[in-house]
């Protein structure tokens, strides 16, 4: 006989401890675990290790409500938040429900049961065992944790250095006194040039397009004020709104006045690099701010490094490797001893679970995305996924009590299964609003948003915060 249990849920990072919390507050009779296929809990702050890894949202959006984040930076180096996600874990007891080594491969539903199977891996030797659950929580982020992605370069073979992706990053690589070309322009290329600049390495961005980098304090003046007068939980959600409601009206600005938001980047990078040509060249991008996310660079630590000569930046194309580095486009040669291939990241939703129903597979990218969270016409299965213009936590965990209130109504109702029904005429969109190169790579494989109501993938959470917490769960679905 499998085990059994009530909600599975698979991914031990920021989602998956949200859900594992929210599950536990929503009813504690009822059974759950999360099954994590690596040794660590922290999702992908556990995976990335290359140097100066860090958040690219503020931490006191992407911490937990429930237990926000005390720390004074604005942004946060990833091995403090790796202690943030284990420290949240074990005080409320959730650490106990996580089964690291167990890569859930497979999930199947059984329309005579009403159940989930999953095929699980466990272990070191992968052996494969089997557990049913009633509902799935699929809080596996949307990237793909084992291949990165890794053009083919033209002539790398002739290259005498190393090529590194970030994802990939030895921990053992010395850097000190050697000559760094980071390839990319994306929010992995704006942290590496400056940590691996303080390293000591000579450091080289090499960007064919540029991208906007928004310098940012390191601390938030509010942060130590609100701590000294209030109580830490009332002011963990002073600043939280505060910050909610600033990003919130930035993202509106550029949508309604881009013009306007293109003046105010172009401006703070000029004070911050001090070289007006320099902006215009390599800090202009020709889309409009949050086309593409929007990189951040904390105390201007990217612009600092440029402007003191510790690292230089390029906008080119890499036409070939040679023996020695990178030539050009334009016929320049990069020397470089390593070359950190930022290029972005491969994009593979529910972790690469197979899903199907009664041995049918079902193809994500034929699906329907209901709220943002359900999959239409797939009983029983919830996936977390986050903003693309705020803190990912800030929807995951509207995710997570939407679906213990689903689980409630269903419980009280005495339903057994919910699906979400697909009402016909509904048109697809583009589930991501991003033109970035890992968005565009991915169409054909994710899921789609409709064109209204419930099946539109809105990247506001002031709206969806009421939709999430009050909209009736019974709106386009199927219960029985």
Avoid at 42 to 67: A, I, K, N
């Amino acid at each position: 006989m499998s085990e059994h249990l009530d909600v599975v849920v698979v991914g031990a990072g920021l989602s998956g401890i949200a859900a594992g919390y929210r599950l536990a507050q929503a009813d504690p009779r009822r059974s759950w675990a999360i099954l994590e296929g690596r040794e660590a809990s922290g999702g992908t702050w556990d995976l990335f290790r290359y140097p100066g890894v860090r958040s690219d949202s503020d931490m006191s959006t992407l911490g937990f409500p429930f237990e926000p984040w005390t720390g004074a930076e604005t942004v946060a180096d990833g091995d403090k938040i790796r202690s943030y996600i284990d420290g949240v874990a074990e005080r409320h007891g959730l650490a106990a429900r996580i089964r690291f080594r167990h890569k859930v491969i497979a999930a199947s539903w059984s329309r005579a049961t009403a159940r989930w199977t999953l095929t699980v891996q466990v272990g070191a030797d992968g052996r494969r065992e089997r557990l049913t659950c009633r509902f799935l929580y699929l809080a596996t982020g949307y990237f793909d944790y084992e291949r990165p992605h890794l053009p083919d370069f033209p002539g790398e073979a002739d290259f005498a250095g190393q090529i590194i992706h970030p994802q990939l990053w030895p921990p053992d690589l010395r850097v000190r006194g050697r000559r760094a070309v980071v390839v990319g322009s994306g929010a992995t290329a704006v942290t590496l040039v400056p940590a691996l600049a303080q390293r000591g390495a000579q450091v080289t961005m090499l960007q064919r397009t540029p991208s906007w980098v928004m310098p940012v304090p390191c601390r938030d003046a509010v942060v130590g004020w609100a701590h000294r007068v209030l109580p830490s939980q009332a002011a963990g959600r002073l600043i939280r709104w505060k910050n909610i409601l600033t990003h919130a009206g930035f993202y509106e600005l550029t949508r309604r006045r881009p013009a306007v938001a293109r003046s105010l980047l172009r401006r703070a990078a000029h004070r911050a690099l001090g070289d007006a040509s320099a902006v215009r060249e390599h800090f202009t991008p020709g889309y409009r701010p949050w086309d593409q996310r929007l990189c951040v660079a904390p105390g201007g630590d990217l612009y600092a490094a440029l402007r003191d000569g510790r690292a230089d930046i390029v906008t080119d194309t890499l036409e070939r490797f040679t023996t020695n580095g990178i030539r050009l486009s334009s016929g320049r040669e990069l020397a470089a001893d390593i070359v950190v291939a930022a290029t972005g990241l491969r994009v593979r939703l529910a972790g690469g679970i197979r899903l199907d129903i009664d041995g049918v597979r079902q193809d994500l990218a034929s699906l329907f995305l209901y709220r943002g969270t359900l999959l239409g016409g797939v009983p029983n299965v919830a996936v977390s996924l986050g903003y693309v213009n705020a803190a990912w936590t800030l929807r995951a965990d509207l995710a997570a009590q939407y679906v213990c209130r689903l689980l409630g109504t269903m419980d009280a109702q005495g339903w057994t299964v919910a699906m979400p029904v697909p009402p016909a005429g509904l048109e697809p969109r583009p589930l991501l609003p991003l033109t970035s190169s890992y968005v565009r790579r991915a169409e054909g494989s994710l899921p789609s948003q409709g064109h209204e109501g419930p099946w539109v993938m809105r990247h506001n959470y002031l709206r969806d915060r009421w939709e999430m917490m009050r909209a009736d769960v019974r709106e386009h679905m199927s219960f029985r």
